[in-house]
């Protein structure tokens, strides 16, 4: 009967939630900038609230000295998973006009969410992809269209993009708080059992459980 009752208690998933904001990014040669986000997770995971993806407002450079592009856009989604495999990644695009007037690709970049609970900052370099040929550069800047992924998501995938040419330029920043819940109950946690282990008894999340790391 007890055994029983242990196996109905027992978790079979845990939750990662994700809070933070894309803060802004560092693009010294454009102006006018918005930034899109995405999750790319792995087939084990499934998301149960929040939003997987969204876009910024359009900002301009301050009159500061950085002249740094500021969004402050939020973030918050929630994650369920039986297994760290496949770890929840996010992908920015970054877009602006050209001297066209054309929205175009600005930077591409991806960095996984962080692994430990708490908070965190990021700085992703971004990057854009080249033309190979010098005809097809001189091409796309007289059509006002630069090569694009079809997909963002390819960039947080990296299968096919050994054969892309890329070129680097500028960096978005992006601040997480993460939570996890039922981590350590599925045998995730390889951090030493410790005071500075805030977890509630009752709720089971934790702010600063070690989960397993990938």
């Not at 601040?175 to 008894?201: E, R, V």
Request: with cysteine.
């Amino acid at each position: 009967m007890t055994e029983a009752v242990m196996a109905t208690n027992s978790p079979s998933v845990f939750l990662l939630t994700v809070n933070g904001q894309i803060e802004g990014a560092n693009f010294p040669e454009y102006d006018n900038l918005y930034c899109k986000y995405c999750f790319v997770y792995g087939h084990d995971w499934a998301p149960t609230s929040g939003l997987e993806e969204g876009i910024t407002q359009i900002t301009c450079k301050g009159s500061h000295s950085s002249h740094k592009l500021i969004w402050n856009f939020p973030l918050e989604t929630t994650f369920k998973s039986t297994n760290p495999s496949g770890w929840p990644q996010l992908v920015v695009s970054v877009y602006g006009p050209d001297v066209f007037g054309n929205d175009v690709v600005r930077g591409y970049g991806a960095t996984h969410i962080p692994f430990t609970p708490g908070q965190h900052t990021r700085t992703i370099p971004m990057f854009v992809p080249e033309p190979t040929w010098r005809l097809q550069k001189f091409t796309s800047w007289l059509l006002g269209r630069r090569p694009e992924y079809t997909d963002p998501k390819v960039v947080a995938q990296g299968e096919g993009r050994e054969v892309t040419r890329v070129r680097s330029q500028g960096f978005v920043t992006v601040s997480f708080n993460i939570m996890t819940k039922d981590m350590k109950k599925l045998g995730y946690d390889t951090g030493p059992s410790s005071p500075a282990n805030t977890q509630s008894a009752t709720s089971g999340w934790s702010t600063e459980e070690q989960p397993y790391k990938i």
